[in-house]
């Protein structure tokens, strides 16, 4: 493997052992692009919340919603640039910052590891939080997963921004 795994991942969603896009990460493990650490809780509370189409979100507003369990991985530069690629990265879908998480299980949980994960780009994630009523989630659970519509599945043409962006600005009435 040589140092080249420096980058570690926090999965929350549909990246998650048994959950639709896992097979990506399955395929970064096969060619020793992904390793899986173990399951981790973020050390602050976050919102989670899922969108159109079930498409789970993590929103960057620490001290609300749950604290969240997932998944930490240590993934190569070469697999970065795919998960950056499913999570639209360049098309500002998502957004790649630093989270501190946490080993629950471990007796003397002093161990916070620095990780990146993949909030919900800043231009919609707060009002998407509002628009759900604040309410999140501390994990996207298997009942959740099922509930995701992979890209293939949805409406040609149908733009997932233009999307959100049409439902955070509706009014809730």
């Avoid at 980058?7 to 998650?16: A, D, E, Q």
């Avoid at 507003?61 to 795919?82: A, C, T």
């Avoid at 990780?115 to 989630?137: D, I, N, Q, T, V």
Wanted: hydrophobic share 35%.
């Amino acid at each position: 493997m040589g140092g080249s795994h420096k980058n570690l991942i926090f999965v929350y969603g549909t990246l998650k052992i048994n959950h639709r896009n896992h097979f990506l990460l399955e395929d970064l493990i096969s060619t020793n692009d992904a390793v899986y650490i173990g399951q981790r809780t973020t050390r602050l509370q976050y919102p989670l919340v899922t969108g159109l189409y079930g498409i789970p979100y993590l929103i960057n507003k620490s001290g609300s919603g749950q604290k969240i369990r997932g998944e930490l991985y240590s993934v190569s530069k070469r697999g970065l640039v795919r998960l950056d690629e499913l999570e639209g990265i360049k098309v500002n879908h998502y957004e790649r910052l630093p989270i501190e998480v946490i080993d629950e299980d471990e007796e003397e949980s002093n161990g916070v590891v620095l990780a990146e994960a993949y909030f919900a780009h800043c231009s919609f994630g707060e009002r998407l939080w509002e628009k759900k009523g604040k309410c999140g989630m501390c994990e996207f659970g298997e009942n959740d997963g099922v509930l995701y519509v992979r890209v293939k599945d949805r409406p040609r043409f149908s733009s997932v921004l233009d999307e959100i962006e049409a439902f955070v600005s509706s009014s809730n009435d």
